[in-house]
């Protein structure tokens, strides 16, 4: 069992649909038929939403991904309409919202991989590929890998695992000219982004993309390169053969699988609330995330 430990009730705004609840965000459509995004302050972890949230997390995600469009803006074009609050709209929802093109979404996470880790290295370390891409041998945990690879994955229910799959997969279930795009158009993407962050001390060790299609273009959507769809590692600190630092909830990992949290991960029961210490924490290593990778200070 997963999922939500509280699901919460979503805010109801005059001349909105709310449409879903996400694990971070709120999505709404309006009038206009556009879509409206809300990036909430709550965080998963082990494929539970926590009933504790990051303040600012939200606001963090959402300015990261504009600065990130901009720097995208030449190679794809991006869903975003416009950061105006709708009418009626909460005030809290300022910094956070997004109101996005309607998209035909395409229903594969975009993964792209510069270094090995995560489920990449577990496959790895039993098959020497990663899905089904052949890599060399005596490469460990941290590696960067001989060039970046792109390596999908099928969408995932909330409190499901995303499932690795091989490209071949991708190009049945969307057609061969729609997996190419994808293909080149994450490697692209992540390129850029690679090189950005480098510049800034920052690895990107993988990220995930989304895409869907407005008519005949295909247009990056949801959020980029944040920390929640990214793996960015201090690149001073960068010692493969070991689990590298990173700039993401894994204080809020490592609290969980620790005695003083008393949760049992393989247990169904919800995990319990952080300590101020740990949100404290996840919280500052989002703001050094934004502030390093922008050069702006968080406000």
């Known amino acids: 069992m997963s999922g939500f430990v509280e699901k ?35 965080i998963s972890a082990y494929d539970w939403v926590l009933p504790t949230e990051i303040p600012d997390k939200g606001r963090v995600l959402t300015q990261l991904s504009l600065w990130w469009f901009d720097q995208l803006a030449d190679l794809l074009p991006h869903h975003v309409l416009s950061t105006d609050l709708p009418a009626g709209a909460p005030a809290d929802w300022a910094g956070r919202t997004l109101v996005c093109k309607s ?8 993964v792209a991989r ?9 496959e790895y370390d039993q ?71 480098r510049d800034r001390g920052i ?10 299609f407005d008519g005949e273009t295909l247009v990056i ?3 980029v390169l944040t920390p929640d769809s990214s793996r960015f590692w201090p690149a001073e600190q960068w010692e493969p053969g070991r689990a590298q630092p990173s ?12 005695a003083e949290s008393g949760w049992d991960r393989k ?26 990778l922008t050069g702006t200070a968080w406000s």
């Open 8 to 42: 919460p009730e979503p805010i109801q705004v005059p001349g909105l649909v709310h449409l879903h609840t996400g694990k971070v965000r709120e999505l709404y459509r309006n009038e206009a038929g556009d879509l409206v995004m809300v990036a909430s302050d709550r």
């Open 103 to 110: 998209l035909n979404m395409v229903p594969v996470e975009c």
């Open 114 to 122: 510069g270094y090995l880790t995560g489920s990449g290295l577990a």
């Open 127 to 197: 098959s020497r590929t990663v899905c089904g891409l052949a890599l060399p041998e005596g490469l460990v945990d941290g590696s960067e890998l001989p060039a970046p690879i792109f390596t999908p994955a099928t969408k995932a229910a909330v409190g499901d695992h995303d499932e690795n799959v091989s490209y071949e997969e991708v190009a049945r279930q969307v057609g061969a000219e729609t997996a190419a795009q994808l293909r080149q158009a994450t490697l692209a993407a992540y390129s850029r982004a690679r090189d950005i962050a």
């Open 203 to 212: 690895l990107l060790a993988d990220t995930k993309f989304e895409f869907g």
């Open 221 to 223: 959507a949801d959020e």
């Open 247 to 258: 700039y993401d909830k894994q204080f809020v990992r490592d609290w969980l699988t620790s």
């Open 267 to 292: 247990s169904e029961q919800p995990p319990p609330p952080l300590p101020q210490q740990v949100v404290d924490a996840t919280r500052a290593k989002y703001v050094e995330a934004y502030e390093r």
